[in-house]
């Protein structure tokens, strides 16, 4: 019969690397296609005329900050993700006797 009161790892721990790269990749490729999508309707100096017609910013500096915005985004998305896929038995130990 199998003893469940001790848990077990499911599989050793990933490299920092591999674990840095499976929430950075998949955030640096959904915030290239955002960012395409987003501005092939919105144009970068328009939108700073709307939120901050003081900066002086040019079109690649926009589309810069765009990419990068939505790189933050996406970046949180896959890292809360990779937070809640992490394998409950590393975490949940049993409690010690009284």
């Keep these: ?3 469940f009161s001790e848990p077990r790892f499911d599989h050793p721990p ?3 690397a591999q674990r840095i790269g499976a929430v950075l990749w998949p955030s640096f490729f959904a915030a290239g296609v955002a960012t395409m999508v987003f501005f092939a309707f919105i144009d970068p100096l328009q939108l700073r005329d709307a939120t901050f017609p003081n900066w002086a910013m040019t079109r690649e500096l926009g589309y ?12 949180s998305s ?3 993700t990779w937070i809640l896929l ?3 038995s590393r975490f949940n ?3 010690p006797p009284d």
């Design 1 to 3: 019969m199998t003893d």
């Design 78 to 80: 896959s890292l809360f």
């Design 86 to 88: 992490r394998p409950s």
């Design 64 to 75: 810069t900050l765009g990419f990068f915005m939505f790189w933050l985004a996406t970046c």
């Design 14 to 16: 990933r490299p920092l």
């Design 93 to 95: 130990r049993a409690l």
